[in-house]
């Protein structure tokens, strides 16, 4: 078994802009073993998925008691690194996201999703209040992988992307500057977009195999980091089961 450190290295390394790490997001041990049996090199949890597979609605609805027992579950039955959706935080104080980071440390992650978005609403952190946050859930661990999300593309229409490219590109470099690892950019799926702010920040840009978004080979030439596959995995694997329940449920009738 390979340690914490071990595991938190070799996501580092992954994170290679041309050479995307993939992660098909996963969900509770048993999608994370299978995953991990399809040959990924490492793999995170999405904050959508693991909320709805346990009844409750994303955006910090189901508890952080909770999620993290679910990612306990995840860490102990694979020998992979696992990154996991922290959201907000859980809170807009430093010292509640500190709180949550180190939860997360604590059932074995080696790195954290960690968004700008204000949960509930379409407006996102302005720069000053959001970097002592990421200052914060830095301080927790020099090692852990911290992937700072903006939700500047998804709270707001595609036709605004262009004009949003340059804060964007701000906000990347203030995260960076406040020891972020990686910018995850969900939402944002226009090439030249993504192809600029790739070469404008200074940290590996994470984007999602989603809706719209280019093909994985598109993405590495790009320049993207890293990618991500979001609520994907947990939809198609529910449209399986779906469409084999009524195709049972049809033959008994």
Known sequence: MATWQEKASLFRSLHVPGSPVILFNIWDPGSAKTVAGAGAKALATGSWPVAVANGFEDGEKMPLELAMANLSRITAVVDLPVSVDLEGGYGADPATVAHSATAAVDAGAIGYNFEDGIAGTKTVYAIAQHVPRID???????????????????????????????????????????????????????????????????????????????????????????????????????????DAARLAHSQSQ
């Open 136 to 242: 914060a859930m830095r301080k927790v661990s020099k090692e852990a992988f911290l992937n700072a999300r903006t939700d500047l593309f998804l709270k707001n229409d595609k036709s605004q992307h262009r004009a949003l490219l340059a804060e964007a590109i701000e906000r990347a470099r203030a995260f960076a500057d406040h020891g972020a690892d990686g910018l995850f950019a969900p939402g944002l799926y226009d090439e030249g977009l993504i192809a600029e702010l790739c070469r404008a920040s200074p940290i590996p840009v994470n984007t999602i195999a989603l809706g719209d978004s280019p093909p994985i080979s598109r993405l590495a030439e790009l320049g993207v980091g890293r990618v991500s596959h979001g609520p994907g995995p947990y939809r198609l694997a529910m449209k399986t089961l779906a």
